[in-house]
């Protein structure tokens, strides 16, 4: 007789706008899901959570499985870790806690090399993975999540102990997660190589929105901050290709049609500024431009502005 296939239980390691969007998903295609959080924790042990998608509708989960102490976490077989990057080696202690043996951490996070803090902190025997979430989701109020469009998230294997095959076994199983939840989800056959490719959208307009004050649809509308989109993508096909990457052709062209097409949005940098929280500068501008100038390529447009935003940044939290 065949047996059943266990779900895997899911921690949500910080519970902002993409936690808890992705961990509301899950436990509503009947995943155990697991939520640490920090600020919100009262309020959503309280009310739960709600997620005003302008796609799904409104999605509440309430009682939501909630802790303030990653202790108090059952063994999770998927750690999803929604914290900005600014926070990632502080999160080791809360990951360890909650890690089943051999447990997959997948980072959901923007940014290049943001798996590389966390994995020196953690033992061989955890799988580390990266997503890439192609989604416009921010956090309303405590507990209430806006999303506006979008949804996929793709996933690749960092390291950890698998190869070859059981690496992609890995890998589709975390795609089978979203996908069960209703949600488009590919896996990525090189990690690195997409995270530059998704760069090419956040370098500009992470950056743009805060030093301009402008989301999406002023940024596109507007002549001379088109050309700054465009000249800022430019570079950083160049920086990826320089690294010895593969950018498609036209690929920078699409993602500007898409964002014209797309609500108008404030991207998640925005956020942080406005709530006074750290830049995640590190991983979305200092990482290229450094790992650019060791392949011999400057992006002296992307240098100004990581300049102009890291003078913004020491002066706002
Ligand atoms: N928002 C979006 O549309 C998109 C975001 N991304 C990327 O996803 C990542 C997450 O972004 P986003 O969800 O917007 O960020 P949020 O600020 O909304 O969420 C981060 C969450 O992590 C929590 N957190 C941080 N440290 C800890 C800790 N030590 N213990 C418990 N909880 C903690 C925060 O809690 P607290 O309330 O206490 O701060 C907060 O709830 C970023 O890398 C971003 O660039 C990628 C694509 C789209
Ligand atoms: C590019 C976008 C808006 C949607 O893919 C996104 O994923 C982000 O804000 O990082």
Known sequence: MMGTVAKPTIGIIGTGAIGGFYGVMLARAGFDVHFLLRSEFSAVAEHGLRVDSAPHGVLT??????????????????????AKTTSNADLAPAILQAAAPSAKVLLLQNGLDVEDSLRALLPDSLHVLGGLCYICVHREAPGVITHQALGAV????????ADGPARSAIVEEGVGLFRSAGLDSQAMANLH????????WNIPYNGLSVLLGASTTPLMADADSRELVKALMAEVVQGAVACGHDVPAGYAEHLFMVTEKMPDYWPSMYHDYLHKRPLELAA????????????????????????SLSFIDRRNT
């Open 193 to 200: 190589q997409a995270r530059w490719q998704k760069l090419v």
């Open 284 to 307: 979305i501008y200092a990482r290229p431009l450094a790992a650019a100038k060791a392949a011999g390529c400057e992006m002296p447009r992307i240098e100004a502005l990581y300049r």
């Open 61 to 82: 989960l309430n009682p939501v499985q909630a802790y303030s102490d990653a202790q108090d976490m059952p063994p999770c077989d998927w750690l999803l870790v929604g």
């Open 154 to 161: 793709h996933v690749g294997y960092h390291s950890g102990p």
